[in-house]
């Protein structure tokens, strides 16, 4: 009953596979937007500086009025880079390796808005602390405000960070919005380059409708429910006043699909920029794409595993006679029906892994509970080298855009300085993939592969 899954060993060990190369980085896009170029941009952050800090032009002497310029230069500056910086992100993804194959392209967009100077002056005021909130030369953590609404409280803090001796200045805006039950947390990020004279917002670099968020300020565990025979999702409750903010965060980067969100840890870390940037590829990519190519591969994983699990269940009962024939039969005959859905085939007999000796290019998939099944499978070669491509795009773009701010003079990561460097943060990531898919998924004779291993 098996069929022949040809050439599989060849699928995921390709000696032409190697890590993120440098010509993958080098892939750059051609155009950017002007829209964010215009000299009207300058009037307009004019105009709003002086209405958000109360000032009358006439009114400033000299001095204040140099200050004043040279602020609201930087900050046209800012938002002329991010802006830009979106629109680029924007034009990387048809140059992937995977490149969008629905025609979905460029519908995708950038944020319409800037959030973060307007909140940061509203929390300034209201905290009173406007002196040591705008010394950029050290680290500040502010206290938490709570405004009480209708249906929820809302808290808001504002954290500054710097990384590398003040070399890069992280800022961070929270805003949590507490219920009985959940919490629901948004945040926006500034990184700063003092040489360069520009902040970056990273909000704009998002595509349009996706927000920023702690990913400590984020919990939900999946939960089966035997009864119902489903995974549900059970969110948790965060306050703010847990959140330290992300310096020493131990949380991980991830693109929050369903939630249309990049969460993100310690991004003043050494290389916690470019991770937060590879996030943010992911995050375009699925707004070109309409599919998560990580997400596809889990579901695969973990579809595949539950029914395996509920059938294991009733054949040690029909082996042990608490359940008769019949039975049986009907839930093999609806679990086998699922399992094709999902392109896969299974020997009724031989479906559970105890160390029997197995057909080259089976899959042997191991469940959270140590369970293990003999399956094959003809689209899993096809969902993996999806998976691949896609992770191998998102560190060559989070690469590209590091490229194109120092376009600016701007340096998010001031320790790597070749790109040898980046390979160096990147392949142990890579290799992580690497070990986590191949904890879930085996081919025997094969290999899962994110990275070529040199003999
Ligand atoms: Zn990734």
């Keep these: 009953m098996w069929k022949e899954i040809n050439n599989m060993e060849n ?7 190697e890590p993120v190369s440098e010509s993958e980085a080098a892939s750059e896009p051609e155009e950017v937007s002007d829209e964010y170029t215009s000299e009207n941009m300058k009037t307009d952050i004019f105009d709003i500086l002086l209405e958000m800090y109360n000032l009358e032009l006439e009114n400033l002497t000299d001095e204040q009025r140099k200050i004043f310029d040279n602020y609201a230069m930087v900050l046209t500056r800012s938002v002329i880079i991010s802006g830009n910086a979106g629109h680029y992100w924007k034009n990387i993804i048809p140059n992937s390796i995977r490149k969008p194959e629905n025609g979905n392209g460029y519908s995708a967009d950038v944020q319409p808005d800037i959030f973060f100077e307007e909140n940061k002056l509203e929390l300034a005021k209201k905290l009173g602390q406007v002196s040591e909130f705008n010394n950029l030369k050290v680290d500040y953590q502010s206290q938490i405000l709570e405004e009480e609404g209708k249906e929820n409280i809302k808290q808001v803090s504002y954290n500054r960070f710097l990384k590398n001796d003040g070399k890069v200045i992280i800022e961070e805006i929270v805003t949590n919005y507490l219920t009985e039950e959940h919490n629901l947390a948004f945040s926006n990020l500034v990184i700063t380059d003092p040489q360069a004279s520009c902040k970056l917002e990273i909000g704009k670099l998002l595509p349009e409708g996706y927000t920023l968020s702690p990913s400590e300020l984020i919990g939900f565990e999946q939960k089966i429910n035997s009864e119902l025979q489903r995974i549900e999702t059970v969110f948790h409750r965060f306050t703010l006043d847990k959140y330290k903010g992300t310096k020493n965060s131990d949380s991980e ?13 310690d991004v003043v870390k050494k290389g916690g920029a470019l991770s937060l940037f590879h996030e943010i590829a992911h995050a375009w990519q699925q707004v070109y794409r309409g599919e998560h190519e ?8 973990s579809d595949a595993t539950i029914w395996l699990a509920i ?8 082996n042990s006679g608490k359940m008769n024939e ?19 085939e299974f020997d009724p007999d031989n479906f559970i892994y105890d160390g029997q000796a197995l057909e080259q290019g089976s899959l042997i998939l191991t469940r959270f509970d140590g369970s293990r099944f003999v399956v094959k499978c003809e689209n899993f070669p096809k969902i993996m080298e999806a998976y691949e491509k896609c992770e191998r795009d998102a560190w060559a773009h989070a690469i590209l855009m590091f490229r194109y701010l120092k ?8 320790e790597f300085k070749s790109f040898d460097d980046f390979r160096k943060y990147i392949d142990p990531c890579l290799d992580s993939y690497q070990k986590s898919t191949e904890s879930m998924v085996e081919i025997v004779g094969g290999r899962v592969g994110f990275l070529k291993r040199k003999k």
């Excluded at 059938?311 to 029909?318: G, H």
């Design 326 to 344: 019949d039975s049986y039969e009907f839930y093999f005959n609806h679990i086998k029906t699922e399992l094709e859905k999902l392109g896969i």
């Design 11 to 17: 699928k995921f060990d390709n000696p032409n596979s």
């Design 407 to 414: 376009k600016f003079g701007i340096n998010l990561e001031p």
């Design 294 to 301: 990580r997400g596809n591969f889990e579901k695969f994983h």
């Design 253 to 265: 980067f991830y693109h929050f699909l369903n939630f249309k969100k990049v969460c993100y840890g």
């Design 311 to 318: 059938l294991k269940n009733k054949y040690e009962e029909l």
